[in-house]
């Protein structure tokens, strides 16, 4: 079973100038979090993933691949709003060193709760590796419950949430319910903390792209029940962080990892790299 505690990492895919993928600078950036973090997200939502290609898709995968070379889990983000796409495109997947799949809610489509229940469900029967939820309401137009999420936890392929709904009352009903090894996982950065004192395991982070070691370090004195230790780190970007989702997602991101050299700053249409105010607000809050 893939351990899920600790901090995992939503990688960016850097691209060139040019809008083909940095190939080079992906490696990099694999093994900058490498030094810090438990395990990699690829091809997420940060790593946007909806404007990448299937060959893109999978050039992504395989650099990442080589550059961790199985020394840590590696879980692969698939999911949309067609289910049966999702699983026809399963088939012809290289599933080779995936230890798991994040899959998102359906979105645009606003099922019921019975719909998201039964897509999972569905899912998770063809899925050839473990699932875990993502509940990011803020993209997808629909929550998915606290109800639902427990339901699920019953489904043997299914293995824990990312929750990024930002309600906590919620992710403790998701703590009070679930089978003990089924993982509630963080989807914001900074209520982490927080939800790891409810029952939380760790983290899906954005920042830990920049910061691998300093943001484990806070997620790991959480775990030790360190607070205050863990408070002088999230401190530091409490003005930061709101600045990372201004205008998209990960468009902040990127920006914080330029101005720290390790890559560029070029998102895909209809993102936008970060305006010249953001970008000098993002320097100042660093």
Known sequence: MINLHGTGVA??????????????????????????VDYIVALGTTGESATLTTKEKDLVLDTIRTEMAGKKPLVLGHGGNDTAKLISQMKDMDFTGVDAVLSVSPFYNKPSQAGILTHYQTFADAC??????????GRTGSNMSAATTLELARHPNIIGT???????????????????????????????????AIGAE???????????????????????????????IWKKWLD?????????????????????GLCGDTVRLPLLSASAGLAERIRKAI
């Open 11 to 36: 990688l960016v895919t850097p691209f060139l100038a040019d809008g083909t993928v940095d190939t080079a600078g992906l490696a990099n950036i694999t093994k900058h979090v490498m030094q810090g």
């Open 128 to 137: 050839p590796v473990p699932v875990i939820l993502y509940n990011v309401p």
């Open 162 to 196: 990312k929750e990024a709904s930002g309600n906590v009352e919620q992710c403790m009903a998701i703590a009070k319910g679930k089978r003990d090894d089924f993982c509630l996982i963080s989807g914001d950065d900074l209520l982490t903390p927080a939800l790891i």
């Open 202 to 232: 760790g983290v899906i982070s954005v920042l830990a792209n920049a910061w691998p070691k300093e943001f484990n370090q806070m997620v790991k004195w959480s775990l030790d029940n360190k607070y205050a230790e863990a408070s002088s």
């Open 240 to 260: 930061l962080n709101p600045l990372l989702y201004e205008e998209g997602n990960p468009v902040g991101i990127k920006a914080v990892m330029k101005q720290l």
